[in-house]
């Protein structure tokens, strides 16, 4: 079954904006927030709470999840291509965040990553080989402190 090309971006931060990271494991060295292609029937929210689970072990339903109403248009990369229908090329990611009170020790899908690490939010926007990734860590200071201000998950 081919993926649809609708996907997710969870930003996974703490209240001092640590940001988590995982090392994808088929592309070490590629480094990268949650993401993960929706799955036929799932609402974002769902998508997001699921690759969250099965990335990390958390369950985000425990913390705040905000959908942060970012959506990016991007080509698929070619060497993930095959992954998709054919004729295929692009792919819509929407962004959400996770906040967390603190550090939470997680357990990475080895199938799918080969290290995890939180960095300070600037250090981790750097790291990240998405400029999409990048560009959503940069926005960190914004949307934490709305989501601050909003505890019912209310957009920013």
């Not at 962004?95 to 799918?112: M, N, Q, T």
Request: net charge negative; aromatic share 10%; proline share 6%.
């Amino acid at each position: 079954m081919y993926k649809i090309p609708v996907s997710v971006l969870v930003v996974i931060y703490t209240a001092d904006l640590q940001v988590l990271l995982l090392e994808r494991a088929d592309h070490p060295g590629y480094w990268q927030s949650v993401t993960g292609s929706q799955d036929p029937g799932e609402s974002l929210q769902q998508t997001a709470v699921r690759e969250v689970a099965e990335e990390t072990g958390l369950n985000a339903a425990d913390y705040a999840l905000t959908d942060w109403h970012i959506e990016n248009r991007y080509e698929i990369y070619e060497e993930w291509r095959w992954r998709y229908g054919p004729g295929v090329r692009f792919n819509t990611e929407h962004v959400f965040g996770l906040s967390l009170p603190e550090k939470i020790p997680i357990k990475i899908a080895a199938r799918e990553h080969l290290n995890s690490i939180w960095l300070p939010w600037r250090q981790a926007a750097e790291k990240v080989f998405s400029s999409s990734n990048a560009e959503a860590i940069l926005k960190l200071p914004i949307y934490s402190q709305s989501e601050q201000s909003s505890p019912n998950n209310d957009n920013p």
